[in-house]
């Protein structure tokens, strides 16, 4: 909120106004003082020199007004002095008379008004009289900003007293408050238009700042027009508006005519606004050539809006077309102005989509039209390239944004034809950034896009983070916002969610097809979700599989098209790719198909042996890879007996010792649990002596350990495997074998050092035994 | 006892654009209520006579434009103001974010002799509303940590609590106005000269 104080010279206006506030105090305390004596004529008397300081030129409207509002602030005791000695039997009527006595013009008109206040109160004389009276006694000042804050005195003072019924003759009707207002606003408004044309033509931007401070003044006649209840709709279309419009386009006056545009639309009802848009919008376009016309038609457009998305649709009657008329409106005041800046046309049509949207939402050809529009005169203008942080580039990314921020689902946007042209008017990075608001917009509201055509139309909006286009910059985008945007088309890719199996294949297909073309920086992040998607169009066939006869091809066709896909990433991205293998392979696996699935975990061994080279991204893809393998069930034992051998000498060339000796171990399951096909019934292997073998080994390599705390946790840790295979019925591993390994645990605890180290193996150690001894209990109970 | 006998209280409503300050006061003064949206602009005042204890007051209830824009010539009628009311809307959060910024605001402006008990009263109104946002303890416990504003919650529309508010609001600005009393009222003029008829000595009495 704006301070107080006037620009112009602040210093001397706070002296001046500083001087003018003291006599107020002065004067207005010797008024109380006569007051509260009963000494009217001597309070009258200090009123009138009160009032003497609002005869000042000197002061800016600001200040004048801070004056007027100390000043009526004191009237107000006199007022209900006045108001007291009507009550104890006082005639207004002679106390109207002899303050027309008052010497100078403007305390006399004051006085007058306060007076005539009580006078109507008092409903001693006819009230439109005294009304008529006060409003033409007016005229008799004709200084600009005396005679502005009088009128305004006056409209302040008989705010509650304006004649509000319609049958009333005497006392007066509605009729004659319309007229009283609509006297005091031409009043005002000529005032305030004649400053314009007062004083050297260099005060020109000082004089204009000051009378739009000064514009609330002449507005509040129409708020008062708008507070009478009896005005209606009919009587605010018959005698109200014409009256104000015509004052609008009498004044000729740009400032003027913008802010009592705005003020109407303001002030009176939505209601009221849509019963007159016709005679309103054809007022704007009548008004001077440097009038804001966009704003005005802006403002209306907005509050309609909002007012039809508050009340609901039903409160637009239906034979106002509001969305033709403001068209043909703004199609109007486009022609007949060809020096408008291009922004404010896109403005315009800015406000005329997001009242399609609110009004009529599921009028999809309102928004099209408003939109086709917009590009013709775009093209017409030859704009193109525009940057987004240009004006018009703004209004542009408005205009496009506005559909997606206002339809319930975003994917509406998708179906506007226009849509997709208004965004190739735009350079690079405007068509980038609209491309991220809208993939966000979807991916918020997690919207499922069911259709390739549906998917093709968005790739279409959303093509610069698809590919690399020809006017993109030539220096590499930032690393981070890259890979964030790559990784919202990632996300985009899991909203693909087709009905059908067949459509579903439709899109994937297809959009990998799109994908590849983005180059290696964005496969990366691109065909992994494509390659997770097909898996789970896999689960989908096998789900119609009594339906579709063809499923188990169809799957076929889709591991294949999987394969090709991670190959083209391998190089690129080793470890994701050796997962994405892994993946299909336990998919292919689900699916019972043993070829498939073996092709997967040879393609996951091969890629192991050939781009994993860092020795602990080998370790955890080796245990990636045997934990995998152990949980298929359908291969048969000549391919098992393949991987499985392949997985244990991989473990056993792992680099370090310790991960040699847990991956052994881990590979003992393979020779247990792991499962083992004859064409039907999957088997666990169950084949203690090669387990037996691997413990060893391990135990062997654990053995060979320097460090005697990683030895001692290596042990303990095997111990663990050793018992959980006991468990399991191995009958190789004897108690008394256990004993010696446990012997051999205990003789390495006693040489170690007490730390914080030791103290987990130690604790991890008897927390093994502790088990054992239970579940040895619990075995010899049953 | 002075001939004049009512007193005068200045009450201010301030708030964010479309909270009901308009509708608050036409429903407190008039008795009534319109669902049709108005914008106010600039300041305009409503007057209504009440009893507080045994004193007639006259409340002069100034409505305000929420939007900044309307306000072109400063705000120099939140002076002399005997109390302000800050008004937010229960179903939207925003309007009571801004409770703090429109306090400040107006006792910057309104430079009040004693800025720390000026008196307040916060109302949250539409409560007729179902989509309510703000709950009631949050704007409390506000209220608490600004010395104890009173809060009221109610509805324009309904007639909800509005008496009781104003009823409220009347009595803090009565008692704000007695204090001052004691205060003198015309420091900045010295040379007081009182009509050798006149016996009282005190610049302003009720």
């Not at chain 2, 008795?31 to 009893?51: H, P, R």
């Amino acid at each position: 909120m704006s301070k107080g104080q006037s620009l112009g010279v602040p210093d001397d206006q706070d002296k001046l106004l500083g001087e003018a506030l003291k006599q107020v105090d002065k004067s207005s305390f010797e008024m109380k003082t006569c007051l509260d004596n009963d000494k009217l004529m001597d309070a009258l008397k200090h009123a009138s020199s009160m009032l003497s300081e609002l005869r000042t030129s000197l002061l800016s409207p600001k200040s004048y007004y801070e004056l007027y509002m100390a000043i009526s602030d004191q009237l107000r005791h006199l007022e209900q002095f006045l108001f007291d000695e009507f009550e104890k039997g006082k005639k207004m009527s002679d106390l109207y008379e002899l303050v027309q006595y008052a010497g100078n013009i403007v305390p006399r008109l004051y006085l007058l008004v306060t007076v005539g206040t009580v006078y109507v109160k008092a409903k001693e004389g006819s009230r439109k009289d005294i009304l008529r009276d006060l409003v033409e006694m007016c005229r008799g000042v004709q200084h600009p900003l005396r005679g502005l804050f009088l009128r305004n005195y006056l409209l302040q003072c008989t705010r509650n007293l304006l004649p509000d019924s319609s049958n009333d003759e005497l006392d007066g009707t509605v009729h004659d408050s319309i007229q009283f207002i609509q006297h005091n606003f031409s009043e005002m408004n000529k005032l305030w238009v004649r400053m314009q044309h007062q004083g050297h033509t260099k005060e020109k931007d000082r004089r204009e700042k000051e009378r739009l401070e000064l514009r609330i003044l002449v507005g509040t006649n129409l708020v008062r027009l708008s507070q009478l209840e009896a005005v209606d709709k009919s009587l605010y279309l018959k005698s109200v508006l014409p009256n104000i419009l015509e004052q609008v386009v009498k004044c000729r006056d740009a400032i003027a005519q913008e802010y009592l545009m705005e003020c109407i639309i303001q002030v009176f009802p939505d209601e009221f606004h849509l019963e007159s848009l016709n005679p309103y919008l054809k007022t704007c376009a009548d008004l001077q050539e440097f009038v804001n016309v966009k704003g005005i038609i802006i403002t209306l457009i907005d509050r309609l809006a909002a007012f039809a998305h508050r009340s609901d649709i039903s409160a637009i009657p239906e034979d106002i077309k509001l969305f033709d008329i403001f068209q043909q409106e703004i199609a109007i005041v486009i022609q007949s102005r060809p020096n408008m800046e291009t922004e404010d046309i896109v403005a315009l049509y800015v406000s005329l989509v997001n009242l399609a949207i609110k009004c009529y939402a599921d009028q999809l050809n309102y928004v099209d039209d408003a939109l086709k529009s917009t590009q013709e005169i775009l093209t017409k203008k030859d704009m193109s390239k525009v940057g987004s942080n240009t004006s018009t580039g703004r209004e542009l990314q408005q205009l496009l944004k506005v559909p997606i921020d206002g339809y319930d689902a975003v994917l509406t946007v998708l179906k506007l034809e226009n849509y997709s042209s208004i965004l190739k008017h735009f350079d690079y990075d405007g068509r980038k950034s609209l491309a991220v608001y809208l993939l966000q917009a979807i991916l918020d509201k997690n919207e499922a896009i069911t259709s390739w055509t549906q998917v093709e139309t968005l790739f279409d909006l959303i093509s610069p983070l698809l590919y690399d286009e020809a006017d993109q910059p030539t220096d590499e985008p930032d690393p981070e916002d890259f890979s964030e945007e790559q990784g919202m088309v990632a996300r985009l890719i899991h909203l693909f969610k087709a009905q059908a199996p067949d459509q579903q294949y439709q899109i994937i297909n297809n959009s990998k097809k799109v994908f590849v073309k983005g180059g290696d920086s964005r496969v990366v992040h691109t065909l992994i979700p494509v390659v997770f998607s097909s898996y789970r169009l896999v689960v989908a066939y096998r789900s119609i599989q009594e339906t579709d006869s063809k499923w188990f091809q169809k799957c076929e066709r889709i591991f294949q098209l999987s394969l090709q896909t991670i190959s083209e990433l391998c190089k690129l991205a080793p470890e994701p790719s050796l997962r994405l293998y892994l993946q299909g392979a336990l998919t292919a696996d689900g699916v019972g198909n043993e070829t498939i699935a073996y092709e997967f975990l040879t393609q996951a061994i091969t890629l192991y042996e050939e781009d994993i080279s860092d020795s602990r991204e080998q370790v955890v893809c080796l245990t990636l890879i045997v934990g995998t393998f152990e949980s298929m069930a359908s291969l048969e034992e000549e391919n098992h007996e393949a991987v499985r051998t392949k997985c244990a000498v991989a473990s056993s060339r792992l680099l370090k010792k310790p991960d040699q000796c847990r991956c052994v171990a881990a590979c003992a399951h393979l020779f247990w649990s792991a499962k083992v096909s004859d064409g039907n019934e999957p088997t666990e292997c169950h084949d203690s002596k090669r387990v037996m073998e691997c413990l060893k080994k391990s135990g062997r390599i654990a053995n060979q350990c320097m460090d005697s705390v990683v030895q001692t946790q290596l042990l303990v840790e095997l111990l663990n495997v050793y018992i959980l295979f006991l468990e399991k019925g191995n009958n190789e591993i004897s108690q008394q074998f256990l004993n010696q390994l446990i012997e051999k645990i205990k003789g390495n605890i006693e040489g170690l050092d007490k730390n914080e180290e030791t103290e987990q193996v130690i604790q991890h150690f008897e927390n093994t035994l502790t088990h054992h001894r239970q579940s040895k209990q619990q075995s010899e109970a049953d | 006892m002075s001939a004049r006998r009512k007193v005068l209280l200045k009450v201010i409503i301030l708030g964010d654009s479309g909270v009901g300050k308009t509708s608050l006061m036409n429903q407190y003064v008039n008795k009534k209520f319109t669902s049709q949206y108005k914008a106010t602009i600039g300041a305009d005042f409503l007057t209504k006579e009440v009893m507080v204890d045994d004193r007639l007051v006259t409340m002069q209830i100034w409505d305000t434009a929420g939007q900044e824009r309307f306000q072109s010539l400063g705000v120099a009628f939140y002076r002399g103001a005997d109390c302000c009311v800050l008004v937010y809307d229960v179903t939207n959060a925003n309007t009571f974010k801004t409770l703090d910024s429109w306090r400040d605001e107006f006792l910057i402006q309104a430079s009040p002799r004693d800025p720390e008990n000026f008196p307040f009263v916060v109302i949250g109104n539409k409560i007729d509303l179902e989509n309510r946002q703000v709950p009631a303890r949050r704007a409390q416990n506000w209220c608490e940590s600004k010395n104890n504003i009173p809060y009221y919650e109610t509805s324009a529309k309904e007639a909800v609590n509005v008496d009781q508010a104003f009823q409220k609001i009347a009595r803090d600005a009565l008692a704000k106005e007695n204090d001052d009393i004691y205060k003198p009222q015309v420091a900045s003029v010295p040379d007081i000269r009182l009509d050798s008829n006149t016996k009282q000595k005190s610049g302003k009495c009720c």
